[in-house]
């Protein structure tokens, strides 16, 4: 039972242009989200988070934007870099006083052409 | 400042044999510690959590086992490894605190089964 879905395996963006990562998610007790960035052979590396008293949170070029009701979120990426070609994975997490695990998505291949 | 060491980076082990993963975080006490994998082609699953020492959850029923000695060391074991245990096993570490935060991972282990 995944949790936390990607549903687009790949993506492919022309550089300049805005790259839209989507996440959706099942467990209403997640309150916290993340989105991680993942070059092969590293360890993901936090890239921005929103909790779900807001509905959008934004980073220089990252904004995470939060339909709680829908229960989706998406990451834009503008202008895209080829340097953000990598894996994202989102990431939730239940409310504090939980065991405090956070469920992956499967991620999403962003490839940002030059 | 915290950091989190993952050790070894690539590891080739035939089948039948013994795994031992180490991993170590520095600057941050009775911190949430966790063990992921990332199969090929697949997203981030959880293996195991630990909220303290001796206090180990596991996620997925598999072939291996962990244990956490010390306060800062978490460790990934197998007693007989199998083929399909082969992939990118990631060390990860959270604060423990009842606010939302990020969790930061290690350089991860890239774990062939020959």
């Known amino acids: 039972d995944q949790q936390v879905k990607q549903n687009s395996p790949s993506l492919s963006v022309q550089e300049g242009r805005i790259s839209i990562l989507n996440c959706d998610y099942t467990?209403?007790?997640?309150?916290?989200f993340l989105w991680y960035k993942k070059y092969p052979a590293e360890g993901p590396t936090f890239l921005i988070s929103?909790?779900?008293?807001?509905d959008k949170n934004e980073d220089g070029r990252f904004t995470v934007f939060l339909n709680k009701s829908a229960k989706h979120l998406s990451l834009h990426i503008v202008p895209s870099q080829p340097g953000d070609s990598a894996v994202y994975f989102c990431?939730?997490?239940?409310?504090?006083?939980?065991?405090?695990?956070?469920?992956f998505g499967s991620g999403t291949q962003l490839t940002v052409l030059p | 400042s915290q950091t989190i060491h993952q050790w070894p980076a690539t590891l080739v082990q035939p089948v039948g044999s013994p795994l031992s993963l180490e991993c170590t975080v520095e600057?941050?006490?009775?911190?949430?510690l966790y063990w992921y994998r990332q199969a090929a082609g697949r997203g981030l699953q959880l293996l195991f959590y630990s909220v303290g020492i001796g206090q180990i959850s596991s996620e997925v029923p598999q072939n291996l086992s962990a244990s956490r000695p010390q306060d800062r060391q978490f460790i990934l074991s197998s007693k007989k490894l199998l083929l399909s245990d082969s992939g990118f096993y990631l060390c990860?570490?959270?604060?423990?605190?009842?606010?939302?935060?990020?969790?930061?991972f290690g350089q991860g282990t890239r774990l062939t089964v020959v």
């Open positions: 600057g941050t006490s009775n911190p949430n």
């Open positions: 990431a939730a997490s239940p409310r504090p006083g939980s065991a405090r695990q956070l469920t």
């Open positions: 929103i909790s779900s008293i807001k």
């Open positions: 467990n209403s007790m997640f309150d916290y």
């Open positions: 990860a570490w959270r604060p423990p605190t009842v606010l939302n935060t990020e969790a930061f």
